[in-house]
Structure formats: C-alpha cells, structure tokens
C-alpha cells in the first residue's frame, strides 16, 4: 500500500469514526429531548371538572413530577370551545372538552388527539326553561328565544331536540351565548331557555329560576375527552402517559372521597357544593375510551358531517388514540 493510499483509508477511517460519535451523539439527544423538552405541562380546563383540580389541590402533580423539574400550570375556561381557540393559538398541551369541540378542532386542522375520556353522561347535558317562559316539552321551543354555545356539546344536542320534534332552526331564536352567560340570561329572563351542561343545570334549579325540560337521554350519550397537542405526545410520550395515571389516581381517590372533592372544586370554582353534588352522581369519570364511548364520538363526528357544521373529513382513528392509556396502564 503505497503512502498516498493509506492517507486516504486513514481519513475515511477518521471521518467514519466522526459520523458514528454525531450518530451516537444524536441518539442520546433524541432520548433526551423525548424525555426532558418539556419542562411545563399547560392544562385547560372547566370549572367543576375534578381531575385537574384534585389533581393540584392534593399534591399529585408535584409528587409526579417535581422530581424532573416539570411544573404544571391549569388554566379555567368557560366551555370547550375557548379551550380550543387556545390550542390553536399555542397556548396549551392538554385540554377537558366535550366531544364536538374536539372533533371541530380536528376539522380545522388543529393537531389534537383524545387520549382519555374524563367523563361520559346522557343525563349531564339538557334544556332548561323558565318558570315564566311556559315552555313545558320540547315542542313548546318554537317561537322562543334559546341560548346554547356555538361548538359545544349542547350545540348538538339542541339540534337533536329540535329535530325530534320537527321545529326547524328558523322557528327558535337562538342566541350564542358562554354558559355563565346563559347562567345570566336565565336569570334575568333575558331568554326563555337554554341547552347547557352541570354545574349550571344544576344551578339554576337549586335557585328555582328555572326548571329541567329534559336531559340527553335518548338523545346522546355524551362523551367528554381528554386531549392533547399532538406535537407534544410524540415529543413527550412517557410524560404524557404519567399525567393520565396522575388524573386515574384523583379518579380514584375521588370515588372514595365524595364530600372532600366537592369542598375542592367548591374552593376553585366558587360553584357551591350542593349544587354541584346532583350533577356529579351523573357522570361516569373513567378515563377509559371503550367502545361505547368511541361509538358515541363516531355518532358526532357523523352528525357534524351530515349537518355541515364540519366540512373537512375527520377519521375516528386520527382523532382517537389510546395507545397512553394503555402505556399508562389504565386500559
């Protein structure tokens, strides 16, 4: 091998050896970056909702994460579609909303995914009136003035009374409105009724302003979901699968501790305790996604299909994904 040849396998030696430690190099950083990029988990939530509450209030968070420098931070919204608005301004990592919102986020190509159900009720949602309004059956809406949250879970589900009971849209005055507003509005007689959601049917029948017409029974079983910024899942997927076993323990320990959980969302909401009890019983707060469950989100991203509410397709299998859960441990 004459000396010119062996300065030449020399250097490839040098610059193989030099790719394999940047390989190398890359690699732990990869790991890395998977396990150590995020150092604060935003959550967006609604009041009443106890996993992120208990979650705090009880010390889960710290003692699940404090150890690797990451911190939570939990933001209150008045309903799933502001939850939404923020995920596509940047501004969150996980978010409780009902299922429409979730699935409207999909179609406006927001990367989400649903890892986890939080809640699941036909009995959460419903129509209530005044006691002036004279509106005693879902019949009774035609020519009256209805709130509801454009986007909602309530979206959909007024729109199934109306259907049900052959009232067209153009019969009802209908008016977008938060849920405090329509809590407001209620009050002030400034409507006739509304759709909306626990803690606020709750609310308004406890002050005796206005009276249950009737719920999501035989009308939709609604199913709440847990979701997250799909950038943050796949960079943060060990982090993201111990946060769902921090909200399963609050599940738990929430099951067991009905009075105590109540006094907590009392101190975050300002909602009081007797009033949220009601609507708590409602609520199946597993966190699985069965069947049932998946079947009822198909059923919505249907009905929003049909009624071109969405105009983009959006797949239950993109939408869904349980594949933290199952690392988690819990389905």
């Given at each position: 091998?004459?000396?010119k040849?062996?300065?030449?396998?020399?250097?490839?030696s040098?610059?193989?050896?030099?790719?394999?430690?940047?390989?190398?190099?890359?690699?732990?950083?990869?790991?890395?970056?998977?396990?150590?990029?995020?150092?604060?988990?935003?959550i967006?939530?609604?009041?009443?909702?106890?996993q992120?509450?208990?979650s705090?209030?009880?010390?889960?968070?710290?003692?699940?994460?404090?150890?690797?420098?990451?911190?939570?931070?939990?933001?209150?919204?008045?309903?799933?579609?502001?939850?939404?608005?923020?995920?596509?301004?940047?501004?969150?990592?996980?978010?409780?909303?009902?299922?429409?919102?979730?699935?409207?986020?999909?179609?406006?190509?927001?990367?989400?995914?649903?890892?986890?159900?939080?809640?699941?009720?036909?009995?959460?949602?419903?129509?209530?009136?005044?006691?002036?309004?004279?509106?005693?059956?879902?019949?009774?809406?035609?020519?009256?003035?209805?709130?509801?949250?454009?986007?909602?879970?309530?979206?959909?589900?007024?729109?199934?009374?109306?259907e049900?009971?052959?009232?067209?849209?153009?019969?009802?005055?209908?008016?977008?409105?938060?849920?405090?507003?329509?809590?407001?509005?209620?009050?002030?007689?400034?409507?006739?009724?509304?759709?909306?959601?626990?803690?606020?049917?709750g609310?308004?029948?406890?002050?005796?302003?206005?009276?249950?017409?009737?719920?999501?029974?035989?009308?939709?079983?609604?199913v709440?979901?847990i979701?997250?910024?799909?950038?943050?899942?796949?960079?943060?997927?060990?982090?993201?699968?111990?946060?769902?076993?921090v909200?399963?323990?609050?599940?738990?320990?929430?099951?067991?501790?009905?009075?105590?959980?109540?006094?907590?969302?009392?101190?975050?909401?300002?909602i009081?305790?007797?009033?949220?009890?009601?609507?708590?019983?409602?609520?199946?707060?597993?966190?699985?996604?069965?069947?049932?469950?998946?079947?009822?989100?198909?059923?919505?991203?249907?009905?929003?299909?049909?009624?071109?509410?969405?105009?983009?397709?959006?797949?239950?299998?993109?939408?869904?994904?349980?594949?933290?859960?199952?690392?988690?441990?819990?389905?």
């Open positions: 091998m004459n000396k040849t062996i300065l030449v396998v020399l250097g490839i040098i610059l193989g050896g030099l790719i394999s430690g940047c390989a190398e190099k890359n690699v732990k950083k990869a790991d890395n970056y998977d396990k150590n990029k995020a150092t604060v988990i935003r967006g939530y609604q009041p009443g909702h106890g992120p509450i208990v705090d209030e009880l010390g889960f968070f710290k003692d699940e994460f404090e150890k690797d420098d990451v911190k939570v931070e939990l933001k209150q919204f008045a309903a799933g579609p502001a939850i939404i608005e923020a995920f596509a301004a940047g501004e969150l990592d996980f978010g409780f909303v009902g299922d429409q919102p979730a699935v409207q986020g999909r179609a406006n190509n927001i990367d989400l995914k649903a890892v986890a159900s939080y809640s699941a009720s036909e009995s959460g949602n419903g129509l209530i009136a005044t006691n002036e309004s004279g509106i005693k059956s879902i019949e009774d809406l035609k020519g009256k003035k209805i709130g509801y949250t454009v986007g909602s879970v309530g979206h959909q589900l007024l729109f199934k009374y109306l049900k009971a052959g009232i067209s849209k153009e019969e009802v005055e209908l008016l977008n409105l938060s849920p405090a507003d329509i809590y407001s509005s209620i009050i002030s007689k400034k409507i006739d009724g509304a759709v909306t959601w626990e803690p606020y049917l609310m308004v029948q406890k002050e005796g302003t206005a009276k249950l017409i009737a719920d999501g029974t035989g009308y939709k079983y609604n709440n979901v979701v997250g910024k799909e950038e943050f899942l796949k960079n943060n997927p060990e982090l993201s699968s111990r946060l769902l076993k909200f399963n323990k609050a599940v738990k320990w929430s099951s067991d501790n009905r009075e105590e959980i109540l006094n907590l969302i009392e101190k975050r909401s300002g009081k305790k007797e009033v949220m009890r009601a609507g708590f019983e409602k609520f199946d707060q597993s966190l699985i996604l069965d069947k049932k469950k998946i079947d009822s989100i198909s059923d919505t991203i249907e009905y929003l299909k049909k009624n071109n509410t969405i105009r983009e397709e959006v797949k239950i299998e993109d939408l869904i994904d349980t594949s933290y859960l199952k690392e988690a441990g819990i389905q």
